[in-house]
């Protein structure tokens, strides 16, 4: 548990830059903001963006945040130094990271020689150069600067002199943080806390020789807004920070054995994800760091999110959660029958080294039924509907639940469809409209890469019954449109309704084409975003399913803030 005392950490996430480079991982501008804005909620100082000017998405990721700032975190875009032989201030990729409007940059420089003269292909002073030469550069814009040693342990293990030599370059040049990346991922912990604690020695040595300023990095938050005041000739003394990749299943070791050694900054990404086997877990790093190790990280109740933080993620990058991760997983504090259960009932630390609620998650008593009902009573709770365990209406909807996920139904990404089951449940779901029921056909012609699909819905509005047709470039776009048109003239606000995004899983690929699938469906209307889920071993039944409870949501929606608004005149 953390104290007032207690120290501070930074967090770093780079879920959307390194975490976006796992294989079959692929977001959208949308994506990388909802996720951006949910780890603002999540109290994390720093979070890497991408690197503008190296796609057109990540450019206008930033230009949308200066428009809509985060409320507390700050942006930080990447990018790496110079080219060799050129200079940093005619570098087009640097005017990129000027224009991306952030306070801090992060750069990152060749810390092994070996990359130095065969990646690069250029001098060891010629690196030495570009690390300084891009670090002074943005200084003089007024970027505040995050240095990523790359192959830091590598480049240390090969040569130790010249892998100093860069950070040398680095403190010269006025960087603030000096973060050591274990970018192959084979470094063991053992080796990381010696070689951290070495170059805590060697910039000690530094500080006593060359007069550095200590850095205001630990003593307050301020670090974010107030850029470190230098005195005449006098330069700062970075702080030390810690990147991990997971290729020897150690990223996580690796960072906490940094910070026992005096790392100040820990780099990561939600889940883990990265390239080949993953970066360093945040989802792990933080509880371990806050709750074992008594670093102050970010709040508790920010803490409390972290489940949810972890599940959203996985959600809006289309990627099945880990059941089984530890901290965060659905079956991180599950027990099932026999002597575990007994005690844990009798005592919750007989098998769980911390209460699940600390981190937002929850025990789970597998073959318990009254659990099953505080299951459904907290995910009552989470939407703000308060059920009474001791009336019909709660049994009902647990009932409902356990046939719905067993069929594959998942609402932690699906809000919009767990409140219109609630609503339904306690007999208070508004009919806004009744789908009688639909067709689609679709042309698919040889040669052609796309195919017309006609969609044709017949649905009743007070008593009324409509019949309409919509084309669209696939089955799904045609049902939706047809929807619409069907709908539009009994609600003229669905015409503000936009489906922003569309997600298929396969939930039993073993099956093959049989396979069951989940389609979550995000709509938004301009102001709100909503899910709704629909699972069927019909594509086109599960896409209805989501599509229907969308646009019945945002009616319900729709009509609340109509009562609002009377409520309050």
């Known amino acids: 548990m953390t104290t007032n005392s207690s120290p501070q950490l930074w967090l770093y996430d780079t879920t959307l830059r390194d975490g976006t480079q796992r294989e079959g991982l692929s977001v959208s501008i949308e994506d990388k903001l909802r996720i951006a804005r949910r780890l603002d909620q999540l109290g994390i100082p720093f979070i890497e963006g991408g690197w503008p000017g190296a796609n057109p998405k990540d450019v206008q990721f930033f230009w949308q945040l200066q428009e809509d700032p985060l409320k507390q975190a700050e942006i930080v875009a990447f990018c790496s130094t110079r080219r060799p032989n050129s200079t940093a201030a005619t570098e087009p990729m640097l005017q990129d990271i000027l224009a991306a409007g952030t306070r801090w940059v992060t750069i990152f420089g060749k810390s092994w020689d070996l990359h130095v003269t065969t990646g690069l292909k250029t001098t060891l002073e010629e690196n030495l150069a570009m690390i300084r030469d891009t670090i002074e550069y943005l200084r003089s814009q007024g970027r505040r600067i995050i240095y990523d040693a790359e192959h830091w342990f590598d480049g240390y293990k090969h040569n130790r002199d010249y892998a100093f030599q860069t950070l040398e370059a680095a403190i010269a040049s006025g960087a603030e943080w000096l973060v050591l990346c274990d970018t192959n991922g084979g470094t063991l912990p053992h080796e990381i806390s010696q070689i951290v604690q070495d170059v805590i020695c060697h910039l000690s040595f530094v500080t006593c020789t060359e007069r550095l300023v200590p850095s205001e990095v630990e003593v307050s938050r301020s670090i974010c807004q107030e850029p470190i005041s230098e005195g005449k000739g006098q330069r700062i003394m970075p702080q030390i920070g810690i990147h991990t990749h997971n290729d020897s299943e150690m990223a996580v070791a690796n960072a906490i054995a940094a910070v026992m050694a005096g790392a100040k900054m820990v780099q990561g990404t939600i889940n883990g994800y990265g390239e080949r086997c993953g970066n360093a ?84 008593i597998v073959i318990s ?90 649905v009743a509005v007070d008593g009324k019954n409509i019949l309409e047709a919509a084309e669209g470039n696939g089955p799904v776009a045609a049902l939706d449109a047809a929807l619409r048109k069907a709908l539009v003239n009994f609600y003229p606000q669905i015409a503000t309704f936009d489906l922003t995004d569309y997600k298929v899983r396969i939930l039993n690929g073993h099956t093959g084409t049989a396979a069951k699938t989940r389609v979550l469906v995000e709509s938004g209307n301009g102001r709100q975003r909503w899910t709704t889920v629909g699972v069927s071993t019909n594509i086109l039944a599960a896409s209805y399913q989501a599509v229907v409870e969308g646009l019945e949501y945002g009616l319900l929606l729709h009509s609340q803030a109509e009562a609002a608004v009377k409520a309050s005149s």
């Open 281 to 364: 877990n945040l989802c792990s790093l933080i509880p371990n760091l806050q709750l074992k190790a008594g670093y102050s990280c970010i709040t508790e109740d920010q803490l409390t999110q972290l489940t949810e933080a972890s599940r959203f993620v996985s959600e809006v990058v289309n990627l099945a959660p880990d059941e089984h991760a530890p901290f965060v997983g659905r079956s991180a504090f599950a027990h099932k029958g026999g002597i575990h259960v007994s005690a844990v009932e009798r005592n919750p630390l007989t098998y769980e080294h911390i209460q699940p609620e600390q981190v937002g998650n929850r025990r789970r």
């Open 369 to 458: 039924e009254q659990s099953g009902l505080s299951n459904v009573l907290a995910k009552a709770r989470s939407f703000g509907i308060e059920l009474d365990q001791q009336k019909a209406e709660a049994r009902e909807i647990l009932q409902r639940l356990k046939d719905l996920e067993s069929e594959g139904f998942q609402f932690e990404a699906a809000e919009a469809s767990f409140v219109l089951l609630m609503h339904e449940a306690l007999g208070g779901r508004q009919k806004f409209f009744e789908v009688k029921g639909f067709q689609v056909h679709c042309d698919l012609i040889e040669g052609k890469e796309t195919s017309n699909a006609l969609a044709t819905v017949k």
